[in-house]
């Protein structure tokens, strides 16, 4: 039985296999739907996880069970991150917290499948999508959360499926996951930008984006593929510079 506790926009789920900080904003049907995922093809990566214990130890097994334990390890990073930003810039910490713990849930479906889980959920998959499968894991994310963890808050379920790349007309949340993720990065070539990320926060969540997409934009002859999300936004945040 599910007990919905409101306090200000805040609703937070009370199970008895769920802490009260774990809500976030309206997020959780009843207990017994949490696991109970209807696509059969993520049956495979799902089905000796066990969800009878809190969101943060299911999201977490379930990246163990995927040999995928580097990239939870990530995920808390980003929750982590993600939730002090949320406090500083006005935002439900438990929300971005939450966001940040199921970002990357995607990633556990190899990239040669990945474009089939993406149509079986009904996810427009892009020509750039299509050429580097990998970054269609934050549609797919969106997708598991919803199908997994019965996830109904649109506005978080759409920060984790802009998570990579981020998007025009961004929400909050949108970019508090965005610049968490980027900040939690431990590979050696972000450290040109990290630490101009850092401080631009002192300006603004928006600030810190806009070094990561010229960042990206400046090496985009670099890349595998510039997804045209990303491209929407840097031309946002820059004024189209």
Not at 31 to 53: C, K, L, P, R, T
Not at 67 to 85: F, R, S, Y
Not at 206 to 226: C, F, P, S
Request: charged share 20%; glycine share 6%.
């Amino acid at each position: 039985m599910l007990f919905g506790l409101v306090i200000g926009a805040v609703c937070y789920a009370v199970l008895p296999s769920y802490r009260l900080r774990e809500g976030g904003s309206c997020f959780l049907h009843e207990a017994e739907e949490i696991g109970g995922a209807m696509n059969s093809s993520i049956a495979d990566y799902i089905h000796d996880v066990q969800f009878n214990q809190s969101i943060f130890q299911a999201i977490g097994e379930l990246f163990r069970k995927n040999n995928h334990e580097g990239t939870w390890l990530h995920c808390i990073k980003v929750a982590q991150e993600a939730k002090q930003l949320a406090v500083r810039f006005g935002y439900s910490p438990e929300a971005a917290e939450l966001a940040g713990w199921l970002h990357d849930i995607g990633t556990i479906i190899p990239n040669e499948e990945k474009i089939a889980v993406a149509q079986s959920y009904g996810v427009e998959v892009l020509e750039g999508e299509a050429r580097f499968p990998y970054i269609l894991h934050q549609k797919i994310s969106k997708a598991m959360s919803q199908d997994i963890f019965q996830i109904s808050d649109n506005e978080l379920l759409n920060a984790i499926a802009c998570h990579t790349t981020l998007r025009p007309n961004s929400s909050l949340l949108d970019k508090i996951l965005f610049v968490a993720d980027k900040l939690s990065w431990d590979h050696s070539d972000a450290a040109p930008y990290l630490m101009e990320m850092r401080r631009s926060l002192d300006m603004s969540l928006e600030e810190a984006a806009k070094i990561y997409l010229t960042h990206v934009w400046d090496n985009r002859m670099q890349m595998k593929v510039v997804h045209p999300w990303l491209a929407e936004a840097y031309q946002e945040l820059t004024n189209g510079a």
